[in-house]
T-cell receptor
Framework: EDQVTQSPEALRLQEGESSSLNCSYTVSGLRGLFWYRQDPGKGPEFLFT???AGEEKEKERLKATLTKKESFLHITAPKPEDSATYLC??????????FGTGTRLTVIP | NAGVMQNPRHLVRRRGQEARLRCSPM?????VYWYRQLPEEGLKFMVYLQKENIIDESGMPKERFSAEFPKEGPSILRIQQVVRGDSAAYFC?????????????FGDGTRLSIL
């Protein structure tokens, strides 16, 4: 059965304290691994897609990496405006997105 | 260029009533996806539609739920005879033809509450 597990469920960081969020996946025929940011009351906002193990993508303070079993979202020197829920999702051979439950990040000034 | 528009943003229904959720895709997008987010759970795929066609409804409950995307107008997710367990946030996403799931843009959802 396809499964996407994110950890931790919640993370509190001091401003400037770097950390990583984990996304472990077990899916048949992974076609892509997606990261989204979701603010309260809003829909998911696309951040990255990774397609193959070893691939990395960066955007401002965020960097996403992918292995054959998991993906990491590294946050370098976070700011309070980075506070949000971060979702990962696997595109399976069934051509739809299978989401994890997210990591709720709070960055304290 | 307006994003994906969903309405209403909040919808309250009593058990047994019908709920209609609307989604207007981004301009130029011909593919629509519906997802449901239950409390403390991840978004779950429900249905994928193109204009006048249901492409994949493997995530849709077999009873009470239906979706359409007519030639003109928004996509509609219809829930008949709602029950308490239908309380959730329902998100719509759209993408251009042939662009793949990475090109999906999400709306801000409809929060459905069942009394």
């Amino acid at each position: 059965e396809d499964q996407v597990t994110q950890s931790p469920e919640a993370l509190r960081l001091q401003e400037g304290e770097s950390s990583s969020l984990n996304c472990s996946y077990t899916v048949s025929g992974l076609r892509g691994l997606f990261w989204y940011r979701q603010d309260p009351g809003k829909g998911p906002e696309f951040l990255f897609t990774l397609y193959s193990a070893g691939e990395e993508k960066e955007k401002e303070r965020l960097k996403a990496t992918l292995t054959k079993k998991e993906s990491f979202l590294h946050i370098t020197a976070p700011k309070p405006e980075d506070s949000a829920t971060y979702l990962c999702a696997a595109e399976t051979g069934a051509n739809n997105l299978f989401f994890g439950t997210g990591t709720r990040l709070t960055v304290i000034p | 260029n307006a994003g994906v528009m969903q309405n209403p943003r909040h919808l309250v229904r009593r058990r047994g009533q019908e709920a209609r959720l609307r989604c207007s895709p981004m301009k130029g997008h011909s593919h629509v996806y519906w997802y449901r987010q239950l409390p403390e759970e991840g978004l779950k795929f429900m249905v994928y539609l193109q204009k006048e066609n249901i492409i994949d409804e493997s995530g849709m409950p077999k009873e009470r739920f239906s979706a359409e995307f007519p030639k003109e107008g928004p996509s509609i997710l219809r829930i008949q005879q709602v029950v308490r367990g239908d309380s959730a946030a329902y998100f719509c996403a759209s993408s251009p033809a042939g662009a793949g799931l990475g090109a999906q843009h999400f709306g801000d959802g409809t929060r459905l509450s069942i009394l």
